[in-house]
């Protein structure tokens, strides 16, 4: 079955607008003060879309940060609009820079999108410097019992990746990075879609509109309504640094 891009796709800027995610720039803001962020220092944005975090970083922190994504059309709007910045056509599987290059990572709403979250993870450690930060914006199943069936439809969106909490904690923490801050913000996730209801009529008016493929939106909706998707900002360091937990 051929799988599609829904972040390409007209419908989703329509309501998104040029962050692709729950929150706009709010958790961004938030990371950089929690992170202590500064000018010079390195930031990659891992799945950066259309470069709206990239641009936010340097009109409001002066933080120069470089993106990657696999998609072409994406990058191409993001070099038109911030023509200063380093867009490069890669996948958080296979990160086209050197061990220790960066100071921050952030990954907006995109790790579930990735085939190999395990493969991502060991390349995001290895570009990081020591104590460097990992920024996850993110969608998870608050009931992960029926996570695998919502893997196997092959539909192109992050909503099919939700996480598995206790995995993604188990996969960092086994890596070397130290959990700093885990916050449940699955009331962004809601308000996401409530605007999405008010502009399409109902979620699957927009899923259908997102996609080429529409036979299979019914059954998505359905599997995804029994894991009950939710919203978090989880912060990791790169290191042995003391870790302060909140549960979701
Ligand atoms: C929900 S959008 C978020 C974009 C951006 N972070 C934002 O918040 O505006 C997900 C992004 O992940 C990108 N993506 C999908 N698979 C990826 C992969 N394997 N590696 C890196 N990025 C990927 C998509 O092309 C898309 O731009």
Not at 202 to 216: L, V
Request: glycine share 10%; aromatic share 10%; charged share 25%.
């Amino acid at each position: 079955m051929k799988r599609c891009n829904a972040y390409e796709n007209n419908s989703m800027k329509e309501v998104l607008g040029e962050t692709l995610r729950p929150g706009g720039f709010s958790l961004t803001e938030k990371s950089v003060q929690f992170c202590g962020l500064e000018p010079g220092d390195t930031v990659l944005d891992l799945g950066c879309g259309m470069g709206a975090t990239v641009g936010y970083l340097y009109d409001n922190h002066r933080i120069k940060a470089v993106g990657i994504d696999p998609s072409e059309k994406l990058l191409g709007l993001a070099r038109k609009k911030y023509g200063f910045a380093d867009f490069v056509l890669g996948t958080g599987e296979n990160i086209p820079f050197k061990e220790d290059s960066f100071t921050g990572v952030f990954a907006e709403c995109t790790l579930s999108l990735m085939e190999d979250l395990g493969a991502v993870l060991e390349e995001v450690f290895r570009v990081m410097k020591k104590d460097g930060w990992l920024v996850i914006s993110d969608v998870y199943a608050k009931n992960p019992a029926f996570l695998k069936e919502l893997e196997e439809i092959q539909f192109r969106s992050c909503m099919r990746g939700l996480h598995d909490m206790e995995l993604l904690k188990e996969q960092l923490e086994g890596l070397g990075f130290g959990i700093m801050l885990l916050e449940d913000r699955s009331d962004l996730l809601k308000s996401l879609m409530a605007q999405i209801v008010f502009s399409y009529g109902s979620m699957n008016a927009f899923w259908n509109k997102t996609t080429d493929n529409c036979a299979k939106v019914c059954r998505f909706q359905e599997i995804l309504k029994v894991c009950k998707p939710g919203y978090f900002l989880m912060i990791a360091r790169k290191g042995d640094a003391d870790c302060e937990r909140y549960g979701v």
